[in-house]
């Protein structure tokens, strides 16, 4: 794709990384339009997102009464339910789907979008995490393009261009190590849910700071990754790179290094895959600043501690033991970040409860779309389960 303008799908656009992507959106409207936009409830922020852009088509998810009486109020002519996802990720004037719902909401529309022939520009881990040979099958299928949006993938995608991947010794994906990188195990069962959403380097949504706090959110990247590069696991690690300024590397075999380094800010990896294979100008210094080297000083690299982060190691365990596990990984980990957030769980009882969950899947090996969404409300319903047993 060459062609501008290029007409965006945006899914999740009163999300972090959808408000992020409106950023590029008005700092570049002759080069991209806003066609569709989707969100799951915030109806007051998608009506005035839906004023400003004026799209074909609007959709909400709306996922309870309330949800569903304002949005009647606020979005009348928007299409509700799974029908309007569905539809806000296949329209016909549609160029690049964006995907930045959070869980398993968009696998449907991200298959849909495929089938039509849409590029993917992916933001949502679980959608590969737990289906992604689904999704890069049909992507194979259907010859079309999946570009990530997560800083760690857009990096590594950048490193790769003009290599081949038989060339690729290891993948090394970094991380901040979140609030809780030197904390100790006494520090870690006090932890409160303002300190664990109190992320040193990004601001996001609450879901994913929690998950950046426990390191499940690095593990899911590095399922992510296996799918995404093809690369496998025992050829994927994690370092940790506290400043966020290295945002992940690329070894060779003949022992060359290739990294991509920026001030951390989302509107990059953002705007790197909506003007794929062209490069922009950036943005507004408040978005993104330039990186001044002799102001860094130097960058700190240490590896991750698993004890620290059992999350993290559950993550690989799902991956490599594959099938449906990493779907119950990932519904059990929606539900216990929820209990957390809520104060019926401690933070160290996160990891603990994902694990019971773990221990009584019994696992289908090739897991369709039905199957992984089956999969996955069982595993939230166990924890929940498991949790009012305990209390």
């Known amino acids: 794709m060459s062609t501008f303008p290029r007409?965006?799908?945006?899914?999740?656009?009163?999300?972090?990384?959808?408000?992020?992507?409106?950023?590029?959106?008005?700092?570049?409207?002759?080069?991209?339009?806003?066609?569709?936009?989707a969100a799951r409830s915030n109806v007051e922020l998608l009506s005035q997102q839906m004023q400003e852009f004026q799209p074909a088509l609007v959709a909400c998810f709306a996922d309870n009464v309330e949800v569903k009486e304002k949005a009647h109020s606020l979005l009348p002519t928007a299409i509700l339910g799974d029908q309007g996802l569905l539809a806000a990720?296949?329209?016909?004037?549609?160029?690049?789907?964006?995907?930045?719902?959070?869980?398993?909401?968009?696998?449907?529309?991200?298959?849909?979008?495929?089938?039509?022939?849409?590029?993917?520009?992916?933001?949502?881990?679980?959608?590969?995490?737990?289906?992604?040979?689904?999704?890069?099958?049909?992507?194979?299928?259907?010859?079309?393009?999946?570009?990530?949006?997560?800083?760690?993938?857009?990096?590594?995608?950048?490193?790769?261009?003009?290599?081949?991947?038989?060339?690729?010794?290891?993948?090394?994906?970094?991380?901040?190590?979140?609030?809780?990188?030197t904390a100790s195990l006494e520090q870690l069962r006090t932890v409160t849910v303002e300190q664990a959403l109190a992320h040193p380097t990004w601001r996001m949504g609450p879901k994913i700071t929690i998950d950046s706090a426990t390191l499940m959110n690095k593990g899911l990247e590095v399922l992510e990754a296996r799918w995404l590069f093809d690369v496998p696991f025992e050829r994927i690690e994690v370092v940790i790179q506290p400043e966020s300024i290295v945002h992940s590397m690329v070894e060779f075999v003949d022992g060359s290094i290739k990294m991509q380094a920026s001030l951390p800010s989302m509107h990059l990896p953002i705007m790197n895959a909506l003007a794929y294979p062209a490069r922009l100008p950036g943005l507004e210094r408040e978005f993104i600043r330039p990186l001044r080297w002799s102001e860094i000083g130097k960058l700190n690299f240490a590896p991750l501690e698993m004890e620290r982060f059992p999350c993290f190691r559950l993550a690989l365990e799902a991956g490599k033991r594959g099938g449906t596990y990493p779907c119950a990984l990932v519904g059990a980990d929606e539900e216990a970040v929820e209990l957390f957030l809520d104060g019926k769980i401690r933070f160290l009882e996160i990891a603990e409860l994902i694990e019971a969950v773990l221990e009584r899947h019994q696992p289908c090996e090739e897991p369709d779309v039905e199957q992984t969404i089956e999969v996955c409300a069982w595993a939230r319903e166990t924890a929940r389960s498991l949790c009012k047993a305990q209390s």
């Open 89 to 181: 990720a296949t329209h016909a004037d549609v160029d690049i789907v964006v995907v930045a719902t959070s869980g398993l909401l968009a696998l449907r529309p991200t298959l849909a979008a495929i089938a039509a022939g849409k590029t993917i520009a992916l933001a949502n881990k679980e959608t590969l995490v737990m289906a992604g040979h689904l999704v890069m099958e049909a992507a194979r299928q259907n010859n079309v393009p999946i570009w990530p949006l997560d800083s760690e993938h857009s990096a590594v995608w950048q490193c790769l261009r003009g290599e081949e991947n038989k060339e690729i010794e290891r993948l090394l994906l970094t991380a901040s190590g979140g609030p809780f990188r």
């Open 7 to 37: 007409r965006l799908a945006l899914l999740g656009c009163t999300g972090s990384v959808g408000r992020q992507t409106l950023d590029v959106v008005r700092q570049f409207p002759d080069l991209f339009q806003v066609t569709t936009l």
